[in-house]
């Protein structure tokens, strides 16, 4: 069964510390990865995507990480701003071209930054 | 530029009664997506539109949903009648290409619609 979760389910850090994310899968065949941020009452924003040959993709103070042959992907997130709490969420798309049914969600990670 | 709008932000209706989404994607933007996430669950797929056709729309739980894409601007999702289930943030997303595989077509997302059903 394709699926897609992520730990820890909340987290709380406090301002200027770093943190990671992480995403494991079971979607094959595999085509991308996407990481959304999510701020309370918003949609989704695209992060960062990477494919199959993507190792690393950076954002800013975001750096997301792929690993396809254990299937599991992370989040980094350096220097945390209060801004940054938001939920944190990994998609997987399978490699069934144009079909966007086989977009996996996650749960998302929901993340707390305090001052 | 006027990013992806959603209306109404929030609707609470009572069950047995109908409730019109509206969305209006990016100007310019031919593929259109409505995803729904019910509490404690994942986002999920509804269906997609090019322009005014629908593409795939497998992820329709039933018949009591209708989306359409009159002229290919904007898009309404009509529940009716609306069941205790239907309840969730129901989301719209645009691109200006098809969803491929590989990198593909950026999704920009609405601010979604809270509906409750009571």
């Known amino acids: 069964k394709n699926q897609v979760e992520q730990s820890p389910q909340s987290l709380i850090i406090l301002e200027g510390k770093n943190c990671t994310l992480q995403c494991n899968y079971t979607v094959s065949p595999f085509s991308n990865l996407r990481w959304y941020k999510q701020d309370t009452g918003r949609g989704p924003v695209s992060l960062t995507i990477?494919?199959?040959s993507e190792n690393t993709k950076s954002n800013g103070r975001y750096t997301a990480t792929l690993d396809a042959d254990t299937k599991q992907s992370s989040l980094h997130i350096t220097a945390s701003q209060l801004s940054d709490s938001a939920s944190y969420i990994c998609?997987?798309?399978?490699?069934?071209?144009?079909?966007?049914?086989?977009?996996?969600w996650g749960l998302g990670t929901s993340l707390g930054v305090n001052p | 530029e006027a990013g992806v709008t959603q209306f109404p932000s929030h609707s609470v209706i009572e069950k047995g009664q109908t409730v019109t989404l509206r969305c209006d994607p990016i100007?310019?933007?031919?593929?259109l997506y409505w995803y729904r996430r019910v509490m404690g669950k994942e986002i999920k797929f509804l269906l997609h539109f090019v322009k005014e056709s629908k593409q795939d729309e497998s992820g329709m739980p039933n018949n009591r949903f209708l989306a359409e894409r009159t002229g290919g601007t904007y898009s309404t999702l009509k529940v009716q009648p609306a069941e205790l289930e239907d309840s969730g943030v129901y989301f719209c997303?645009?691109?200006?290409?098809?969803?491929?595989?590989?990198?593909?077509?950026?999704?920009?997302f609405g601010p979604g619609t809270r509906l409750t059903v009571l």
């Open positions: 990477m494919t199959f």
């Open positions: 100007s310019g933007h031919d593929n």
């Open positions: 997303a645009s691109s200006q290409g098809r969803l491929l595989s590989g990198r593909g077509n950026e999704q920009f």
């Open positions: 998609v997987v798309s399978g490699s069934w071209a144009g079909n966007n049914r086989k977009l996996i």
